[in-house]
Nanobody, 126 residues
Framework: EEQLRESGGGSVQSGGSLRLSCAGF????????MAWFRQAPGKRREGVAA???????TYADSVKGRFTVSKDGAVPLMYLQMNDLKPDDTASYYC????????????????????WGQGTQVTVSA
């Protein structure tokens, strides 16, 4: 059974940093895409960043220059380093996974990734 497990959320003040991790278990495909989404209360879910097994990365405009997504080798293990956090970054952050080409559809609201984690909360205070 495929599972995604997130860790690393928490509360910080504006300008602070956090690192999120996501580990994948039970996946059979090696050419994967792993992505971070977030959703704040009353707002639509937003694609934040993604990385695939080939090293392709993509980011939402709102986090470019502040967030860095990375992966650990061939194992489905992904990190999101979040620097210069702002109150608008407050949300539940979810890890998602799919085949490699899904990374090119991070901001396509019509596309639904196949596998999702339970989410981890990030709270940024002013």
């Amino acid at each position: 059974e495929e599972q995604l497990r997130e860790s690393g959320g928490g509360s910080v003040q504006s300008g602070g940093s956090l690192r999120l991790s996501c580990a994948g278990f039970g996946f059979t495909y090696r050419d994967y895409c792993m992505a971070w989404f977030r959703q704040a209360p009353g707002k639509r879910r937003e694609g934040v960043a993604a990385v695939n097994a080939r090293g392709f990365t993509t980011y939402a405009d709102s986090v470019k220059g502040r967030f860095t997504v990375s992966k650990d080798g061939a194992v489905p293990l992904m990190y999101l380093q979040m620097n210069d956090l702002k109150p608008d970054d407050t949300a539940s952050y979810y890890c998602a996974s799919d085949e490699s080409d899904a990374c090119y559809r991070l901001e396509d609201e019509r596309y639904e990734f196949s596998y999702w984690g339970q989410g981890t909360q990030v709270t940024v205070s002013a």
